[in-house]
RNA sequence: GCCGGAGUAGCUCAGGGGUAGAGCGCAUCCUUGGUAAGGAUGAGGUCACGAGUUCAAUUCUCGUCUUCGGCUCCA
């Protein structure tokens, strides 16, 4: 008898080995159906592997990532058959599934390249050889034979991957005319795949080292019904709709130009309006929080960002030093806003009751990127961090950082990003050379984060290895509108700059002790985070934000200075107004308006005027019918203080 | 930085060895219209920049810059 564990555990008994197939049939003919791969005993498997012993089995489907996994591991294969069908010789590097979808390297024989017009036809074959149903065949393979068959087919980079995999666990992957090295696990048959689509084509170096060879990643998503594909097709539409540099460009948010240089953003007048209601936002949520407002320069002596480290570590990533010409002094365009801000807590003697300092400065900071990293806002050149140091005593630490996480979620209620995820970032025991600082400190520091998440009741995932050199950190991904993450803010514990610096305070045991450091950035950078804010809003802001909150339209020219009188009134009360007096029918103003995105349409005309009044209508929603002007003022700054509940509260 | 696309009016794009087109926007005029496009006329371009080939280059070739998709990197 084999006792078969399933995930709730309930155990289902069978005289002889199944497989992970027979094993969903006898549960549901749905699942069935539906189920892709099988995980035993926490390893996952083929479906159609055997499990010949007692074990704990969970069956993965379509909605699971393990299911996905071998759904997409084995379209790269289908793909890979393909284009082997249509380039035979070509030598195939790894093709392994990503989020969405999966890739294949590839060198085609005789220098041949493959071009976006080529993954049509690529495309057909693929749902060609799927309705084929060819079953997908696992081979165990000794490491010699396996050498053997890809010396034999001159595909030196599987010979490459097969040299350094041990002998005894190297499987082959059989479907049709086609096969492949491959851990697995694999669909049962390639008839699974219905719905194919290859979605872009790029270069990619062999093995991610760019001293090595060039090879073609051919990109593409796969799906088991038509309807999935679709949904896929619209999602990446829509996604492309939402595209900040578009709507950035639209909205006259933000442009670049090639006369100042790539990667420096020019914020224009409704980009800037938009930024800096942000900033001031975060400005009086940080001074109720005790943070102190402070302004540094721009550059600052080489020596600096070496005492700091900076240098060591990022100079070749800076912009080269700016030197005087008559004292040959070398300056840096800042990276970083922490050592002015050491400098500043240095100013002056601190006590352990002046403990914490909050230091708060919304400074542009400038980094060298390579230039086929610029994108958009999200990566550029010189960009602002709503950066504050934090300098506490070591028992001030763990409050310290639930206050910081505190103000994370007020930003994220205002701007309703309801779906996060924060990741701790450890430190890797095994590699204590990464990092500086003593394990002491390092233990202190984690305990603290994993505490303080814990009384916040955070939902954190744990990534061990992933810590800054110097410190732990917290940080927080938002999922958007469309489902797609985006990693904003972030906490982060140093205990070196203090070091670096020499800070200090006085204990109440008149010694002197070394203050701990807290980095902070809740937006990340203004730039990064109004990109992320256009995709998530597709451009309609929430109305405390919009640039122009209300415009006004008069039915026709005659009520013009009424319109006018109305938007003083508003402007007088803090709400953001313009007037559309274009010598147009109201049909066109509407709809001109609506496409601009502005939270309120306000229409007078002689009804109006006549009562002191305007036609609502909001945006995207239509006709709200009529109210005072005052009485239009008080309900949208009630929305307002709705919004920002966290500032008001 | 590397590989591969692209760069034509303010925007979105068509065209193509004989110095250019559309729609939207903009300007002027007519119209003064009540909840998603009223009409007429007109002004806009060193076809990214620099070389080369050619009788002739915006078009072909090379280089540069910028931009897009990836790779790599991200304090």
Known sequence: MIKIT????????????????ELAQSISHRLAKEVLSVSVNGEIRDLNRKIAEDASVKLH????????????????HLMAEAIEHFYPGTKFGIGPTVDTGFYYDVELPNGQQLTEKDLQKIEQKMVELARQKNAIVRKEISKKDAMAMFTKKNDELKQELISELEDGTITLYEQGNFTDLCRGPHLPDTGYIKAVKLTSIAGAYWRGNEKNQMLTRVYGVTFPKQKLLEEYLVMMEEAKKRDHRKIGKEMELFTFSEAVGQGLPLWLPKGAQLRMQLEDFLKRVQKKHGYDQVITPHIGDVKLYKTSGHYEKYGKDSFQPITTPAEGEEYLLKPMNCPHHCEIYKA?????KDLPVRMAEFGTVYRYEMSGELHGLTRVRGFTQDDAHLFCRPDQLKDEFKKVIDIVFIIFKALSFEDYTAQISLRDPEKPEKYIGTAENWDKAELAIVEACEEKGLKTVTEIGEAAFYGPKLDFMIKDALGRSWQLGTIQVDYNLPERFELEYIGADDKRHRPVMIHRAPFGSMERFVAVLIEHTAGKFPFWLAPEQAVILPISEKYNEYAQKVSNILNNSDIRTVVDDRNEKIGRKIRDNELKRIPYMLIVGEKEQESESVSVRRQGEGDMG????????????????????????
């Open 626 to 649: 009529t109210k005072q002007i005052g009485e239009f003022a008080d309900a949208v700054t009630q929305e307002i203080r709705d919004q920002l509940s966290g500032l008001y509260n």
């Open 61 to 76: 489907t379509w909605d699971d990532r393990e299911g996905k996994d071998a759904f997409w591991h084995s379209s790269a």
């Open 348 to 352: 002056k003697p601190h006590s352990y």
């Open 6 to 21: 399933l995930p709730d555990n309930s155990v289902r008994e069978f005289s002889e080995p199944v497989n992970g197939l």
